[in-house]
């Protein structure tokens, strides 16, 4: 079983098994803005809207199902020995399956949900635990003038605890989408004769302003209890919650990323 500290999903389900596999680096690996979170959000995010999608039911309705009752969550329901906590227990920062369902209900009411289909519009969703934050976010996909892709609105709910400083916490949460777009649409590093082919911004994009949502919505769940992380916890969502936006727009399931552009039109 698995003592990883990432995988903190509380699915109620009966019976769970987690394992890493052994994956050799042939080149030497640096951190990235949220670490494993951003596999493990994406594999997982995606994976449930396309359970959702078989079963002809909405994303929403089965991210809730699959996240079950609002209750406290041990490391034995999450399918692991043990669970490495920042140097904190459980006690003081339990998994909490009822503040993971607060921020997906409240970000799906921000972005009118319901009346998607109505509005003709193309709504991807997912939600992440980490860094003791719980985070919800809401992606549009639209297609610009030269029929491209393009995310032009997301919503963002946040759940850390207790806030000091809010406009930090806007900031944060508005950089992270940015930099999950980035991951989602560019972020290929490729390898020849052991090196990195990417050098620098040339070849290794961002999202820039003509690519950017037009409007990204923050709203910060008020909340008195231990504060979380906030530099990262944001990013985990976002790949997920565009790759969802995207099939809903096009029919087109990514589950690789960055997807081929050619692809996205």
């Not at 034995?76 to 920062?93: C, F, M, R, S, V």
């Not at 549009?140 to 963002?156: F, I, L, N, Q």
Request: aromatic share 4%; hydrophobic share 45%; proline share 6%.
């Amino acid at each position: 079983m698995s003592t990883g500290s990432e995988l903190r999903i509380p699915c109620p389900i009966p019976d769970v098994r987690a394992e890493n596999g052994e994956a050799i680096a042939h080149l030497r690996i640096g951190w990235m803005r949220s670490v494993c979170n951003i596999h493990h959000a994406f594999a997982i995010g995606s994976f449930i809207d396309e359970i959702a999608h078989a079963r002809g039911e909405d994303p929403r309705d089965v991210l809730l199902e699959v996240i079950g009752p609002a209750r406290k969550v041990t490391p034995a329901e999450l399918g692991i020995d043990k669970l490495p906590n920042y140097g904190q227990t459980l006690e003081q920062h339990p998994v909490d399956a009822g503040r993971l369902r607060a921020v997906v209900e409240r970000v799906t009411a921000l972005a009118s949900w319901d009346g998607r289909k109505r509005a003709g519009r193309a709504l991807g969703l997912a939600t992440h635990r980490s860094f003791l934050t719980y985070v919800a976010v809401v992606a549009s996909a639209t297609r610009d003038a030269r029929g491209k892709v393009h995310v032009d609105e997301a919503w963002v709910v946040v759940d850390a605890g207790t806030v000091l400083n809010l406009d930090r916490v806007r900031a944060q949460m508005g950089g992270a989408v940015i930099f999950g777009m980035s991951l989602a649409l560019h972020g290929a590093i490729t390898a020849r004769d052991g090196a990195v082919e990417q050098t620098n911004f040339r070849d290794y994009p961002v999202v820039r302003i003509g690519e950017a949502p037009r409007v990204i919505h923050v709203e910060i769940v008020a909340g008195d209890g231990p504060p979380g992380g906030i530099g990262e916890p944001g990013v985990p969502p976002v790949a997920a919650a565009i790759a969802n936006a995207v099939f809903e727009l096009t029919g087109i399931r990514v589950r690789e990323l960055p997807p081929a552009r050619a692809a996205l039109g």
